[in-house]
């Protein structure tokens, strides 16, 4: 994306649109800050609709409510958070505060307060798994048409709240297989791709670098 791109997406040239922002930072970090506070605004409403569960129900319905009004045009669309560490600094640090900020309000939709005292460590592994799929639910909703959005929503939260095994079903994890084997000398060009995946998914495109990418293998680029 540039400012040239947007600036012909509403007609004005690059000179109009500077005159609101100098730099696509400026306004790729004010979209980060709208769409915060418009999922932020969802967020509060859920937190006032009873205990946790009722709370989470609440959240997912509004999130794909506010979704299904995108697909019909009755909602601007907000913006992917995935590449929200592609942000660098200073815009960086205008936009984490808020994110921050909408994550802890999710952290008060699945639990009550003396649960996030006595365990805080599980309650944010619960809000992460909430967010996380509802924020990534933009890729895969378009599959679906705008009136089948209540029936996907249902399933949503059933896997959310009851997990995949079926009733009464002795569902254990099994712990993976370790290669005892010592990881040979030189890295082959395999070794490279799970390295590369892990930092680009941490830290996005931006962010991962081949130098990085070598000094997780402890090699030379």
């Given at each position: 994306?540039?400012?040239?791109?947007?600036?012909a997406?509403?007609?004005?040239?690059?000179?109009?649109?500077?005159?609101?922002?100098?730099?696509k930072?400026?306004?790729?970090?004010?979209?980060?800050?709208?769409?915060t506070d418009v999922?932020?605004?969802?967020v509060?409403?859920?937190r006032?609709?009873?205990?946790?569960?009722a709370?989470?129900r609440?959240?997912?319905?509004r999130?794909?409510?506010?979704?299904?009004?995108i697909?019909?045009?009755?909602?601007?669309?907000?913006?992917?958070?995935?590449?929200?560490r592609?942000l660098a600094e200073?815009?960086?640090?205008?936009?984490w505060?808020?994110?921050v900020?909408?994550?802890r309000?999710?952290r008060?939709?699945v639990a009550?307060?003396?649960?996030?005292d006595?365990d805080?460590?599980?309650?944010?592994?619960r809000?992460r798994?909430?967010?996380?799929?509802?924020?990534?639910?933009?890729?895969?909703?378009?599959?679906y048409?705008?009136?089948?959005f209540d029936?996907?929503?249902?399933r949503?939260v059933?896997?959310l709240?009851?997990?995949l095994?079926?009733?009464?079903v002795?569902y254990?994890?099994?712990?993976a297989?370790i290669?005892?084997?010592?990881p040979p000398a030189k890295p082959?060009?395999?070794?490279f791709?799970?390295?590369a995946?892990?930092l680009i998914n941490?830290q996005?495109?931006?962010?991962?670098?081949?130098?990085?990418i070598?000094?997780?293998?402890?090699v030379t680029?």
């Open positions: 994306a540039t400012l040239a791109d947007v600036a997406e509403v007609d004005l040239n690059l000179t109009s649109i500077r005159h609101y922002f100098q730099r930072e400026d306004l790729v970090a004010a979209c980060f800050l709208r769409s999922l932020a605004t969802q509060e409403k859920a006032r609709a009873g205990p946790p569960e709370r989470v609440d959240l997912v319905h999130y794909f409510e506010v979704r299904r009004r697909r019909i045009g009755e909602h601007p669309e907000v913006i992917i958070f995935g590449d929200l592609s200073p815009y960086a640090g205008k936009v505060p808020a994110f900020s909408l994550f309000q999710v008060d939709v009550e307060p003396e649960e996030i006595k805080r460590q599980r309650v944010n592994a809000a798994t909430l967010a996380s799929q509802l924020m990534r639910s933009v890729f895969w909703l378009p599959e048409e705008p009136g089948e029936r996907v929503e249902l949503f059933d896997i709240l009851n997990g095994a079926a009733p009464g002795d254990r994890v099994r712990a297989h290669d005892e084997e010592e082959s060009r395999d070794a791709l799970p390295a995946t892990r941490h996005g495109y931006r962010g991962a670098s081949v130098e990085r070598a000094k997780m293998l402890n680029k």
